[in-house]
């Protein structure tokens, strides 16, 4: 393991944009670009080529899940085979590794090392423009607005952890997990959406978390349904596609041409609920374990 200085940080953020640059796809998720920040529980290993860092492996702490990136100059040397075998092993039993998009050469590896997937993700992207989005339609009984500030925090954090509490990363949330994130340049207030029962305006029945990707390269700016959670209590109301909606629209009027999503690729009913909104396949994410 290695500790994280400004200058191993900025080296890594470099490999990632050139990977994902080659790829296609971002190499790691945004938790890892955090851990680069500070002490997060994360553990990092790294790889190099003389003086040059040339692979970088984070792993988190319970559940463990790995991430590995390679500088694409350096590939096809046995850098990734050693990164994701180190970090299986510090991960202990039962630790996963990400293979953001499943390219064939995480296929291979996977195949070498003989792990077996344990997790998918599905990445679904929709144009904005067509097919043309749904009317929002606000139901009487319902109040939906924006965040006003940290005086919401406590029922967000509520509803996210009644909502995921069988997530992995997105469960358990505390209140830092929100400041961190309205800390992140792309936080907008504006861009996140609440609901309530017209009659209880102080207990929040489901929340919509939108965020905006700046354009990079030869990639426009992309909008993202970053999370929907809705309160045990209030499904089968139709929530989750409403403020799906609200977001939508709301990426729309920002001139956005397109949007993605994450969700459980077993997670049937989100899935349906996304497809009939004009979502399709992008990509998949899978999380592989040693067998």
Known sequence: MTAVTSELAERVRQICADAGAVDGTAPV??????????????????ARFG?????????????????????????????????????LDLGGPGARVWAHGDLPPAQALSGRLGLAAARELL??????????LPALEVPGDLVLRTYRGEADDAELLR????????????????????????????????????????????????????????????????????????????????????????GLHHLQRLGLPAVLLYVEADNGAAVRTYERLGFTRFHTDVAYTRA
Do not use: C
Request: aromatic content about 8%; proline content about 7%.
């Open 51 to 87: 003086d040059t860092v040339v692979g970088y492996a984070n792993v988190t702490a319970e559940p463990a899940m790995v991430e590995v990136v390679v500088d694409p100059g350096h590939r096809r040397r046995g850098i990734g085979t050693a990164l994701v075998t180190a970090a």
């Open 159 to 246: 509803v996210n952890n009644v909502a995921f509490d069988w997530h992995p990363e997105q469960g358990g949330w505390t209140e830092s997990d929100i400041a961190e994130r309205r800390a992140e340049s792309w936080f907008d207030p504006d861009g996140v959406f609440l609901a309530f029962a017209a009659d209880d305006p102080a207990t929040l029945l489901g929340f919509h978390w939108t965020k905006v990707h700046p354009a990079q390269r030869d990639e426009p700016a992309l909008g993202e349904v970053y999370v929907v959670g809705v309160d045990r209590r209030a499904q089968g109301r139709g929530l989750g596609r409403l403020l799906t909606l609200a």
């Open 29 to 46: 998720g945004d938790q890892v670009l955090r851990s680069l920040r500070g002490p997060d529980g994360s553990r990092h290993l790294v």
């Open 123 to 132: 990445q679904l992207r929709r144009r904005l423009d067509d097919p043309p």
